[in-house]
């Protein structure tokens, strides 16, 4: 059984790799460009516009930056980041209604909604948007290999979606039975259905 978990953590080890080379070769007038167009693709689904509770999240300088969508919803929905609990190594999640105010720079140099802002429980949203560094169209994430993420995904009732640049889409993740799925996939190119 340890040879198996070796393996596929070694498998995982390269994909992120793979990705994260990738990743650097997107130029930043690429990349922002590329988040523009999933930020309008978010707005027209409905699985978005249904959505009364959203909790979004802060990227990282790789990831798609959802943060004027973020901004925008904060009139029309209740909005929620991340927030990392380091007494007990996992997410949670804060209400956060003012940009200007409310924006600390968290644990990993990520903004998070400070710790005076309301805690929302994880069940608590209609949609989660979620970061990775790849997924499949099966909905299998791959994350950054702590289970930070993992670990709040399973308190999730609400839809997952999970948001990424079109070359963050590979063929198969190998994955562990911990490993939380999407529901959803929104690149800037498509909005896939997982496993369908």
Same mark, same amino acid.
């Given at each position: 059984m340890d040879t198996d978990k070796h393996r596929l953590e070694k498998?995982?080890?390269? *994909?992120? !790799?793979? /990705?994260?080379?990738? *990743?650097?070769? /997107? !130029? $930043?007038?690429?990349?922002?460009a590329a988040s523009q167009r999933l930020c309008a693709k978010l707005k027209e689904q409905s699985f978005f516009q249904s959505a009364a509770t959203v909790l979004f999240f802060a990227p990282l300088p790789n990831e798609i930056d959802l943060w004027p969508l973020l901004e925008e919803s904060l009139s029309n929905k209740t909005v929620a980041l $991340?927030?990392?609990d380091s007494d007990n190594q !996992?997410?949670? !999640?804060?209400? #956060?209604?003012n940009l200007r105010v409310e924006i600390i720079s968290g644990q990993f140099g990520i903004r998070e909604s400070a710790a005076s802002c309301v805690e929302m429980p994880p069940d608590d949203f209609d949609l @989660? *948007? @979620? $970061?990775?560094?790849?997924?499949d169209l099966h909905g299998n994430r791959l994350g950054r290999g702590k289970g930070f993420y993992d670990r709040l995904l399973q308190k999730v009732r609400g839809l997952k #979606?999970? /948001?990424a640049f079109d070359e963050q889409i590979v063929e198969k993740i190998p994955v562990e039975p911990h490993d939380a799925? #999407?529901?959803f996939i929104l690149t800037p190119s498509r909005c896939v259905t997982a496993g369908g």
């Amino acid at each position: 059984m340890d040879t198996d978990k070796h393996r596929l953590e070694k498998q995982k080890s390269g *994909l992120r !790799s793979k /990705i994260r080379a990738a *990743l650097k070769e /997107i !130029s $930043p007038a690429a990349r922002a460009a590329a988040s523009q167009r999933l930020c309008a693709k978010l707005k027209e689904q409905s699985f978005f516009q249904s959505a009364a509770t959203v909790l979004f999240f802060a990227p990282l300088p790789n990831e798609i930056d959802l943060w004027p969508l973020l901004e925008e919803s904060l009139s029309n929905k209740t909005v929620a980041l $991340p927030c990392f609990d380091s007494d007990n190594q !996992s997410y949670k !999640s804060r209400r #956060v209604k003012n940009l200007r105010v409310e924006i600390i720079s968290g644990q990993f140099g990520i903004r998070e909604s400070a710790a005076s802002c309301v805690e929302m429980p994880p069940d608590d949203f209609d949609l @989660v *948007l @979620v $970061p990775g560094i790849a997924f499949d169209l099966h909905g299998n994430r791959l994350g950054r290999g702590k289970g930070f993420y993992d670990r709040l995904l399973q308190k999730v009732r609400g839809l997952k #979606v999970g /948001i990424a640049f079109d070359e963050q889409i590979v063929e198969k993740i190998p994955v562990e039975p911990h490993d939380a799925k #999407v529901d959803f996939i929104l690149t800037p190119s498509r909005c896939v259905t997982a496993g369908g």
